[in-house]
């Protein structure tokens, strides 16, 4: 399953480091952040329980830059 997120990031660079703790993540199989249109993208692992995935991918990116805020 896929979905889409609007997030809010002020920088570039600060949406790699998102996007790298949301692919360190359990139950992501992949995921993509784009800066300009703020928006991330999140493949899930087969069985996944999404709402319990996209919390912990929001605390995991809260970690590397605590002004981020995805929109779940």
Known sequence: MKK???IEVDCAACAAKMEEA??????????TVAFMPQKMKVE??????VSAVMT??????K????D???FI
């Open 56 to 61: 912990e991918v929001l605390k995991n990116c």
């Open 22 to 31: 949301a692919n360190r993540t359990n139950g992501v199989k992949e995921a």
């Open 4 to 6: 889409t997120y609007k």
């Open 44 to 49: 899930f692992e087969e069985g996944a329980d």
């Open 68 to 70: 981020c805020e995805i």
């Open 63 to 66: 970690k590397v830059e605590s």
